[in-house]
């Protein structure tokens, strides 16, 4: 400030100076150094107008090169610039991350203003409501979700529960259920809140029709157990009658014990972890133990009229447990014995495949199976041959528990049925899983 004083000052002083100079009358001298404080006051405007002009473009750099006191104002204006500039660049890192952050929700997120048009939202909620994120931006929402249960909650300003509605079919993708829900905030706005509900859906209608199905499959043979229970209760039979009912009564109870079995079994597989691999199992002595069974269930129920054989199995091993294993490759051979005809040819076998990893593959002279059917076939309780699967002790669970090892193990199942000739059932273990048998250790 004392600076510019002096400046002006001296401006006005060489005026006047100039003026006595030239030896001018005192009036024109006193002019002289008005004319000097008017030149000052001049320069002082053109370094403001300068300093304007720089704070106008609003930006750091660029400032103009100005003395005294006008270097001390651009210094201080400099710093108060680069300092919002810092901030500035922070708040819009923040907002990128909050905008990035509400895109990746999983969930929909979508904000009413007070006129019910769309102000913001993310792809989630357009995905799941059938809009487009970008295009329908502005739209009154009414105007894009009709279903008539969405608008009457949108209308109803009653949010308390949320609501399920199903939304339309996309080009091939099937309708979808959401769940959503309005919060009000601010002055009329309004948060919707929206999720993709098909699978647990899904999940509760699987659930409702397994625990009908149990039901159904344990209340069949415990109809016939109480039905043989009242007749032994209210007539006088011979010893010969009372035997042939007891016999007909443990047929029912293994039944259901066969059935509880394969129910504790699929819930122990799907409750506990995968198998490891430090457990080494040998190919062929599964392959012999399961053809034995597979011969005896053959006497029992058709008198051992099926020509089954092993093919000859390399000395493998295969990581993994071996009651499950052996339940995977029981439930097959057993499953070609049962739907073989009398006299029908059954051969299975291990090999090792040429891209690694091994295969366990069963093949039968059955009925085959029907192209439809063959994707349903691991479902719990999918028979294709309902009486045949009774008549022979299935409980329908079977290659549900086949499926369930061979994941566990890391493997697939593959079925290969012609109908009228015959079916084969493969499990392929990954190579991770199977290693030549290695030979016993015989301490000195
Ligand atoms: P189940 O206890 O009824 O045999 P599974 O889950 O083992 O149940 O098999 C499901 C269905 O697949 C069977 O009911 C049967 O219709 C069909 N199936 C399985 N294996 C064979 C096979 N080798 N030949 C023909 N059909 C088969």
New binding site residues.
């Given amino acids: 400030m004392i600076r510019r004083l002096i400046e002006l000052l001296s401006c006005t002083a060489i005026g006047g100076s100039v003026a006595l100079g030239l030896e001018l009358a005192p009036a024109q001298i006193i002019g002289g150094a008005g004319t000097g404080a008017m030149l000052w006051l001049a320069l002082d405007h053109h370094r403001l107008g300068r300093y304007r002009d720089w704070l106008r473009s609003g930006q750091a750099s660029g400032a103009p090169d100005l003395p005294d006191d006008w270097s001390e104002l651009v210094e201080r204006s400099q710093k108060g610039y680069k300092l919002l500039e810092r901030e500035t660049t922070k708040a819009e890192a923040r907002q990128q991350q909050m905008v990035a952050a509400f895109q990746a929700s999983p969930h929909g997120v979508l904000v009413l203003d007070s006129a019910e048009r769309i102000a913001i939202c993310n792809q989630s909620a357009a995905d799941q409501l059938g809009f487009n994120a970008e295009r329908d931006l502005g739209q009154h929402m009414s105007n894009l979700v009709r279903d008539p249960v969405f608008v009457s909650y949108l209308r109803s300003g009653d949010y308390l529960n949320p609501i399920e509605i199903t939304s339309r079919a996309s080009a091939g993708r099937p309708p979808r259920r959401i769940s959503l829900q309005f919060h009000p905030y601010g002055p009329g706005n309004r948060l919707l809140l929206t999720r993709d509900i098909t699978r647990e859906e899904m999940a509760d209608t699987m659930r409702r029709d397994f625990v009908a199905n149990v039901s159904h499959e344990i209340r069949t043979p415990l109809t016939v157990l109480s039905g043989f229970v009242e007749t032994l209760l209210s007539y006088d039979l011979s010893v010969e009658e009372r035997e042939r009912y007891l016999l007909l009564m443990n047929q029912q109870a293994q039944r259901m014990k066969t059935l509880v079995n394969?129910l504790l079994l699929l819930s122990r597989l799907e409750g506990t972890p995968a198998p490891g691999r430090t457990e080494w199992e040998s190919a062929p002595e599964l392959l012999e133990h399961v053809v034995e069974d597979a011969r005896e269930l053959s006497n029992l129920i058709a008198e051992g009229s099926h020509d089954i054989e092993a093919e000859p199995c390399p000395d493998i091993e295969l990581a993994g447990s071996y009651t499950e294993l052996l339940s995977a490759m029981s439930?097959?051979l057993?499953?070609?014995v049962?739907?073989?005809p009398a006299g029908g040819k059954i051969r299975a076998g291990w090999q090792l495949l040429p891209q690694g990893g091994a295969q366990y593959w069963?093949s039968?002279t059955?009925?085959?199976?029907e192209p439809e059917?063959v994707p349903r076939?691991?479902e719990?309780?999918?028979?294709?041959?309902?009486s045949?699967?009774?008549e022979?002790?299935?409980?329908?669970?079977?290659?549900?528990?086949?499926k369930h090892v061979v994941q566990r193990h890391g493997g697939q199942l593959r079925?290969d049925?012609v109908v009228g000739q015959?079916?084969t059932?493969r499990i392929e273990l990954p190579a991770s899983r199977v290693r030549l048998a290695q030979p016993e250790l015989v301490s000195a």
Avoid: E, K, Q
């Fill in positions: 394969d439930n097959l057993s499953n070609a049962r739907y073989t069963v039968d059955g009925p085959g199976i059917h076939l691991t719990r309780f999918y028979r294709v041959d309902r045949r699967s009774r022979t002790g299935g409980t329908g669970l079977g290659l549900a528990i086949v079925i049925s015959g079916s059932f």
